[in-house]
């Protein structure tokens, strides 16, 4: 029987490329969204794969949804936290609720969601975690002081967790992607994006969602076994961790 893997954040996208990649590798593949239903339930019936609808800020919410897929599709063995906001702003002008709501889903989110799973995955002596961190968790951003934080603690809950992980066949990875041609970026003033962030890509350009998807697939497999704890970098060389 193949393995079970819940993304969350997983219908729109980065996300939805990771359930997609995920499918195609022969995994049952649940897709969490927190939103628009509408989209969600699009995405659903393109791809084949079901949604599930709830918020990864809140941990009762959480433990219901890994329920709910456990028993509708079986023991979740690979998570995939994907789930990311941003609410960018200069610093002097961030408000407590623009630090809030980006902690409590980026980072509040990984212990929310990864804690209802982790007993099974002892359980079972396999496992797979794969958090979906950033380039600007690693080296900083202007206009990003929450967001670089919960992404820089987003790769400590990683190294971590993955030394409690390794006796028991889980592993714990983080991927950190750099500027990916997503919604949310292209959220980015266009001035900003064009003077300031493609110049600074050697490659280039933007990444490609199936460009993070696919390092998802390997770290999820059982080649990758040997791998964990560690930090992929994927910025078309952007910054060198
Ligand atoms: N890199 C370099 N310079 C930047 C910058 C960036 N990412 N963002 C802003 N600046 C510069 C602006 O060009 C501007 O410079 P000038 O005054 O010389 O023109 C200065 O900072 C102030 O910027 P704004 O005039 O835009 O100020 P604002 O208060 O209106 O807005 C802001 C500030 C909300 C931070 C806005 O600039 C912004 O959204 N910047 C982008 C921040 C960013 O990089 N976010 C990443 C989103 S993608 C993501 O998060 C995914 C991931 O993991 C990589």
Redesign the pocket.
């Known amino acids: 029987m193949s393995r079970v893997a819940l993304v969350t954040g997983g219908t729109r996208g980065i996300g939805a490329a990771i359930s997609i990649a995920l499918k195609g590798a022969g995994y049952r593949v649940a897709a969490n969204y927190a939103g628009n239903e509408e989209k969600a339930q699009a995405f659903s019936d393109v791809t084949g794969i079901p949604v599930f609808k709830w918020d990864v800020s809140d941990y009762a919410s959480c433990a219901a949804g890994a329920a709910t897929i456990e028993e509708a599709l079986g023991p979740v063995e690979v998570l995939v936290n994907n789930a ?1 906001i ?1 609410r ?3 610093f002097h ?1 961030m408000t407590p609720s623009q630090w809030n709501e980006v902690v409590n889903v980026n980072l509040n989110g990984l212990f929310n969601m990864t804690h209802p799973v982790w007993s099974g995955m002892r359980d079972r002596n396999f496992g797979r975690v794969v958090n979906i ?5 690693q080296k900083g ?4 002081v929450n ?1 670089s934080a919960s ?1 820089a603690g987003d790769i400590g809950f990683t190294k971590a967790l993955a030394q409690e992980g390794a006796a028991k066949g889980i592993t714990v990875n983080a991927i ?5 041609g ?1 919604e ?2 292209r ?3 266009e ?3 064009a ?3 493609i110049p ?1 890509i050697p490659v280039g350009r933007l990444g490609e969602p199936e460009e993070i998807a696919r390092c998802v697939v390997f770290l999820a497999s059982d080649d990758a076994g040997f791998i964990t704890g560690s930090t992929l970098s994927a ?1 078309g060389g952007q910054f060198f961790a």
């Open positions: 990311g941003t960018d702003a200069m002008k961190s950033s380039i600007n968790g951003q202007m206009g990003q967001y992404k950190c992607p750099g500027y990916i997503t949310m970026v959220a980015v003033p001035k900003v994006l003077e300031r962030i600074q910025n």
